[in-house]
């Protein structure tokens, strides 16, 4: 590099601001990274260093034409001069880490483990597996996302400005005419490294322990590595909401899908996934057909769109207003209860000669797999009606009420209306907490 023509032969007295020259003759289109060392460590500023390429085909430009006037390598950092457009030339510092010494002892304990590679080492040979001792050890010799930072006095913000990138391709021919370059920027000099190995060769032919490479990298640290720290997720919004897209991309035509309809599917998707994600909810996964077919009416009740919903499920109306008003008041355990029938046991109406069961006579108990009700369960339910209740199976009727024990072992009070019985609310495990409805 000696051999550079001097910046102030590039310009006359009268160009006080010229420019550089354009690069030309040979060394116009001269590659970077003749050897080994030289080519890895390009690749790695261009496909894992993740450096800018539009700077870094500028800073080739400018390291061919001859910009970096000086360059230094010390442990972690290269330092140079650059010259810009101005008289001065700029200031330039390369830095990459330099391991620690608890990491360069993993590396010289797999290096020592190779005795092909000692001796190569030793003969002032950098052998390129170097690298693959290095990755055993869990570390990277060459530059990784995120590692290569740069600092210029210039007054482009840029990272990496030109006069940086060209200093990072000026290393490659320090590489190409010594390879222990590398090793010096990770913190350890050659004749220090030569040392360490000289004391491990002269321990009695011990056996260094290999450290063996890890089996993959967790996820959050590899993000971390690339990105930075994972962030938080986002809590959830107050209350569900409506799609946005959804309001604005009508169908198209010939696809058959209603815009109201996609509206409302959406919706409800979006209501369900925010029930999982603020724990408000299961988002109503595992429900059966009918279930789930209750919970979309139960929001459309009062509206023709519940209508049109049974039209298109095949339902009656009147039989999904029923379920709809069931889910609305009582979820799977009230709609579960609406819809079924008397479960199996003797029905009963007060007698004289046959006294009612009390509750303290058994415990309460709910209906079993095959239907049956314990009957001390069913007196405590006519209690609550009253002395003129009649038990039929898992239900309690008096007048114009009646009160059904569920599977889930709540009681659930109903009304009637219109020749059919309406669920009123929520359940309860105490009958007696119900009849005041």
């Known amino acids: 590099m000696n051999d550079r023509t001097p910046w102030q032969g ?21 590659p970077f990274g003749l050897t080994w060392w030289g080519k890895a460590w390009v690749d790695a500023l261009v496909h894992r260093a993740r450096l800018d390429p539009g700077r870094l085909s500028r800073g080739r430009s400018y390291a061919r034409r001859g910009s970096v006037l000086e360059l230094t390598v010390d442990p972690g950092v290269v330092s140079a001069t ?14 990459i ?23 190569a080492l030793l003969d002032g040979e950098l052998p390129p597996e170097v690298v693959d001792d290095a990755q055993a050890a869990g570390l990277e010799l060459l530059p990784d996302a995120g590692e290569v930072k740069t600092a210029c006095n210039c007054p482009d913000f840029a990272v990496p400005c030109k006069h940086s990138a060209a200093v990072c391709f000026l290393i490659a021919d320090a590489l190409d005419e010594d390879p222990f370059v590398l090793l010096l920027l990770r913190g350890r000099k050659r004749d220090e490294l030569m040392a360490a190995l000289r004391e491990r060769r002269s321990a009695g032919g011990e056996q260094f322990a290999v450290k063996r490479r890890p089996v993959g990298v967790p996820a959050r640290a590899a993000f971390a590595k690339a990105v930075g720290p994972v962030p938080l997720p986002p809590k959830p919004l107050a209350q569900p909401g409506v799609p946005s897209a959804v309001l604005m991309l009508e169908p198209p035509r010939q696809s058959g899908i209603d815009a109201q309809e996609l509206v409302m599917l959406a919706t409800d998707a979006a209501r369900r996934a925010w029930e999982l994600a603020s724990g408000d909810g299961d988002g109503g996964f595992g429900l059966s057909w009918e279930e789930d077919l209750a919970r979309r009416a139960a929001d459309l009740l009062g509206t023709a769109g519940l209508a049109d919903l049974a039209h298109r499920a095949g339902v ?3 039989v999904l207003t029923s379920w709809a008003i069931a ?3 009582g979820g799977a355990g009230g709609f579960a209860v609406a819809e079924s029938t008397p479960s199996a046991s003797t029905s ?18 709910v209906p079993s797999a095959e239907g049956t009700v314990d009957p001390a369960a069913m007196a405590e339910g006519r ?17 114009r009420r009646q009160l059904r024990l569920g599977t889930d072992g709540l009681w659930y009070l109903f009304g009637e209306q219109f020749n059919d019985w309406v669920l009123r609310g929520p359940g309860a495990a105490d009958p007696h907490d119900l009849v005041g409805r």
């Open 82 to 95: 650059v010259q810009g457009s101005r008289t001065t030339p700029y200031e330039v510092n390369v830095r």
């Open 97 to 119: 880490r330099a391991f620690t010494d608890d990491e360069w002892e993993a590396v010289l304990d797999v290096v020592s483990a190779q005795i092909g590679r000692v001796a």
């Open 383 to 399: 209690e609550a009606l009253g002395a003129n209740a009649v038990v039929e199976g898992n239900r309690v009727t008096a007048d």
């Open 10 to 30: 590039w310009r006359r007295s009268s160009e006080e601001n010229a420019g550089l020259p354009a690069a030309k003759g040979p060394g116009s289109r001269r």
């Open 348 to 365: 009963s109406a007060p007698t004289s000669s046959a006294p009612t069961p009390s509750a303290e006579d058994a415990s309460a108990s």
């Open 316 to 318: 009656p109306a009147r």
């Open 327 to 329: 889910w609305r008041e």
